[in-house]
């Protein structure tokens, strides 16, 4: 059974960072794409940054410049470093994992095989 679990959301003001995790067990890490995805009230879900099992990375162009995926496979955890916060940015940060291709990273798709449960990332102007 595959387990996602984020954590290290919380409130911080415009500017600020936040560094967010995400655990994955139950899936052969490697062999997965990983991805952060957010979703703001009202709002779709969209994708923040994916890395496929290559290496390749894709940003949402919102976020360049700003966020940074990486993962330890040692640890089978995800990570996603956000500095420069915006209120814009507030939303529940999602982890997702998928069995998938190149281009499901490059076109930032939500239609990802397993989810976490969300951390919520609040950004006060």
């Known amino acids: 059974q595959v387990h996602l679990v984020e954590s290290g959301g919380g409130s911080v003001q415009s500017g600020g960072s936040l560094r967010l995790s995400c655990v994955a067990s139950?899936?052969?890490?490697?062999?997965?794409?990983m991805g952060w995805f957010r979703q703001a009230p009202g709002q779709e879900r969209e994708g923040v940054a994916a890395?496929?099992?290559?290496?390749?990375?894709n940003y949402a162009d919102s976020v360049k410049g700003r966020f940074t995926i990486s993962q330890d496979n040692a640890k089978n955890t995800l990570y996603l470093q956000m500095n420069s916060l915006k209120p814009e940015d507030t939303a529940m940060y999602y982890c997702?994992?998928?069995?998938?291709?190149?281009?499901?990273?490059?076109?930032?798709?939500?239609?990802?095989?397993?989810w976490g449960q969300g951390t919520q990332v609040t950004v006060s102007s």
């Open positions: 139950g899936i052969t890490y490697r062999r997965y794409c």
């Open positions: 890395i496929e099992s290559t290496g390749y990375i």
């Open positions: 997702a994992a998928d069995p998938c291709t190149l281009s499901t990273v490059q076109s930032l798709g939500v239609l990802w095989a397993y």
